[in-house]
């Protein structure tokens, strides 16, 4: 049996949120040092949550003097994942809770990834800065049992957001949807989708709906995580952030406002930050302790 140290506990945080009831919970634990695999993905399956996290120092690294620097994984309740928007930003505030508002940098299986958090009126807000992100085509087969699998006819998307398949450090489907109606009515073929997905290496399929120039309403199934829906996800908004300035449908420097959770009665905010000559993209939110 794994023996857990104090700094081993399993914290509550939800991220993308100041609201305790709002945003996506994640599982923080800030010493993962004594569990093995097994013990995290028990871990991650026990809270139910869509992800959580597990940090180990990396402080005796070169360039560290301030011990600022983590390993960190992610584990939903069914397998691990490459990497975790939500739950980086969650680690990030649990950190700065104890240590202070900073630079920190997490070294994730997808790749390095510098986060600062800063404090605003008692309020910590982490700021994560993505892998190079990339984008690429969908197969019409593959896009069709996509839409299939949601029970979305061809009519119901937008036509000026082609589908695409879109990576910051995971890989997301990118549809969107016409209408707000049409997110908003979400009954999906769980097993079809999460066949589909395993295929083409999908973390989520993030649905989305443009209310303005750069306001967008977006929704994420996740059933290969074994969880439905994800609340608020910082991946795919990373993600979703390369595909609007890669296609010309944001400008080069730009920042845009995501929502999501409202459909599930878990409101967030996540911010997406382009900046011109910098391929890679931020995504930023607040944070707090559940409980």
């Given at each position: 049996?794994?023996?857990h140290t104090p700094r081993s506990e399993v914290l509550r945080y939800t991220a993308f949120s100041?609201?305790?009831?709002?945003?996506?919970?994640?599982?923080?634990?800030?010493?993962?040092?004594?569990?093995?695999?097994?013990?995290?993905?028990?871990?991650?399956?026990?809270?139910?949550?869509?992800?959580?996290?597990?940090?180990?120092?990396?402080?005796?690294?070169?360039?560290?003097?301030?011990?600022?620097?983590?390993?960190?994984?992610?584990?939903?309740?069914?397998?691990?994942?490459?990497?975790?928007?939500?739950?980086?930003?969650?680690?990030?505030?649990?950190?700065?809770?104890?240590?202070?508002?900073?630079?920190?940098?997490?070294?994730?299986?997808?790749?390095?990834?510098?986060?600062?958090?800063?404090?605003?009126?008692?309020?910590?807000?982490?700021?994560?800065?993505?892998?190079?992100?990339?984008?690429?085509?969908?197969?019409?087969?593959?896009?069709?049992?996509?839409?299939?699998?949601?029970?979305?006819?061809?009519?119901?998307?937008?036509?000026?957001?082609?589908?695409?398949?879109?990576?910051?450090?995971?890989?997301?489907?990118?549809?969107?949807?016409?209408?707000?109606?049409?997110?908003?009515?979400?009954?999906?073929?769980?097993?079809?989708?999460?066949?589909?997905?395993?295929?083409?290496?999908?973390?989520?399929?993030?649905?989305?709906?443009?209310?303005?120039?750069?306001?967008?309403?977006?929704?994420?199934?996740?059933?290969?995580?074994?969880?439905?829906?994800?609340?608020?996800?910082?991946?795919?908004?990373?993600?979703?952030g390369a595909y609007v300035r890669e296609l010309g449908l944001a400008p080069e420097d730009a920042v845009l406002t995501l929502h999501q959770g409202e459909d599930l009665g878990?409101?967030?905010?996540?911010?997406?930050?382009?900046?011109?000559?910098?391929?890679?993209?931020?995504?930023?939110?607040?944070?707090?302790?559940?409980?």
């Open positions: 049996m794994t023996t100041s609201d305790p009831e709002g945003g996506n919970p994640a599982g923080v634990v800030l010493d993962a040092t004594a569990l093995d695999d097994k013990d995290m993905l028990a871990i991650a399956a026990d809270l139910g949550y869509s992800e959580s996290a597990f940090l180990t120092r990396s402080s005796e690294e070169p360039g560290d003097p301030e011990g600022r620097a983590y390993g960190i994984r992610y584990f939903s309740p069914k397998a691990e994942v490459p990497f975790c928007g939500h739950a980086t930003v969650a680690a990030a505030v649990a950190l700065a809770e104890r240590t202070g508002p900073g630079k920190l940098v997490f070294t994730t299986r997808a790749g390095t990834v510098p986060v600062e958090v800063t404090e605003e009126s008692g309020t910590l807000r982490a700021t994560l800065t993505s892998v190079e992100p990339h984008i690429e085509k969908i197969a019409d087969a593959d896009l069709d049992e996509a839409l299939a699998a949601l029970d979305w006819p061809d009519s119901d998307l937008d036509p000026a957001f082609p589908p695409r398949i879109a990576f910051a450090g995971a890989r997301h489907l990118v549809l969107a949807a016409a209408t707000r109606a049409r997110l908003a009515d979400l009954a999906y073929d769980f097993a079809r989708l999460e066949a589909l997905m395993h295929r083409l290496d999908l973390t989520t399929v993030q649905l989305v709906w443009r209310e303005s120039a750069a306001v967008f309403h977006v929704r994420d199934p996740f059933p290969v995580g074994g969880v439905v829906e994800d609340p608020a996800t910082g991946a795919a908004a990373a993600a979703f878990r409101p967030g905010e996540l911010t997406v930050t382009l900046r011109a000559g910098d391929p890679r993209v931020r995504v930023s939110g607040e944070g707090t302790r559940i409980g």
